[in-house]
């Protein structure tokens, strides 16, 4: 592990005079910040969707689907950046604690800010897959997650956090 430390600390050394997309040691652009936002929308969607489909399908009621909607929007959230950074040659323990660097917070407000939208708009949680209002209401709660995580995302990354620690990966 020190190993893989001390790589990204001279990978990151290296590269410091040149643009990453807007990543700077004194902050991040929104750009940037849009990018790691909509990677982990990426995951959670993917989530989100399978578990409202499968508690939906299910006939399960609104707790027992969101559970499992929010458990697989955090494990597709994590594999997505584990694939990455597995990819560009980390070892699977490392990359875990870099997947858990990275996601854990974006993917926390997204969840919070999409399933309370979820909750608030009226028979959102009670709609069918062939109801428009279920795939409206989670069109739209995805769209308020991105507006509310986006900012979080850019100060994390701003301060070498969140997905910041992801870049330090690529080539």
Request: negative net charge; contains cysteine; glycine residues 12%.
């Amino acid at each position: 592990m020190e190993q893989h430390e001390g790589h990204a600390h001279h990978h990151t050394a290296a590269h410091a005079g040149h643009d990453h997309g807007g990543h700077t040691p004194g902050g991040a652009s929104w750009s940037m910040a849009a990018k790691a936002t909509l990677h982990c929308l990426t995951g959670c969607a993917i989530g989100e969707v399978l578990g409202m489909i499968i508690g939906t399908a299910l006939g399960w009621g609104t707790a027992p689907t969101m559970v499992l909607a929010i458990a697989l929007a955090f494990f597709f959230g994590y594999s997505l950046t584990l694939w990455a950074v597995v990819r560009a040659g980390l070892s699977l323990k490392a990359a875990i604690g870099v997947a858990l660097a990275a996601d854990t917070l974006s993917i926390t407000v997204m969840e919070i800010a999409d399933n309370g939208v979820l909750l608030l708009v009226p028979g959102a949680m009670e709609a069918h897959l062939s109801d428009a209002l279920f795939w409206g209401a989670l069109a739209f709660a995805f769209l308020v997650a991105f507006l509310v995580t986006t900012p979080v995302n850019k100060w994390l990354i701003g301060r070498g956090k969140g997905h910041a620690v992801v870049h330090r990966y690529h080539h």
